[in-house]
């Protein structure tokens, strides 16, 4: 499984962005999917994740009404739609693929997801 990560870039505060990630693979339907971001000197911290349906989801408090995450299984993409953007959201954002068989970590945990994208850079000015 291969995610390549697209879509990041420079807005000020209060904007908007979208972030993107391409799947490969013939089974991505079967994939929970998520979002994870690394602010600068921080550790790796999960911003959302969603099922394989797209009816179950998560999101970490600081995205919750700003932060939407959506995905289309006929196109294998995963989206993050970030709203009222703050400074702080400025970070390193990654996708990431739990396939099956799925292991005994929690949706928000990094340990879950075995597939990772490289990272879009998302930098947000005061």
């Known amino acids: 499984v291969q995610l390549q990560a697209s879509g990041g870039g420079l807005v000020q505060a209060g904007g908007s962005l979208r972030v993107s990630c391409a799947a490969s693979?013939?089974?991505?339907?079967?994939?929970?999917m998520a979002w994870f971001r690394q602010p600068p000197g921080k550790n790796r911290d999960i911003v959302a994740a969603?099922?394989?349906?797209?009816?179950?989801?998560y999101y970490a408090d600081y995205a919750k009404g700003r932060f939407t995450i959506s995905r289309d299984n006929a196109k294998n993409m995963v989206y993050l739609q970030m709203n009222s953007l703050k400074p702080e959201d400025t970070a390193v954002y990654y996708c990431?693929?739990?396939?099956?068989?799925?292991?005994?970590?929690?949706?928000?945990?990094?340990?879950?997801?075995?597939?990772w994208g490289q990272g879009t850079q998302v930098t947000v000015s005061s």
């Open positions: 693979g013939r089974t991505f339907s079967t994939y929970v």
């Open positions: 990431a693929a739990d396939v099956p068989p799925t292991n005994i970590y929690s949706a928000y945990s990094s340990g879950r997801y075995d597939y």
């Open positions: 969603m099922g394989r349906s797209g009816a179950h989801v």
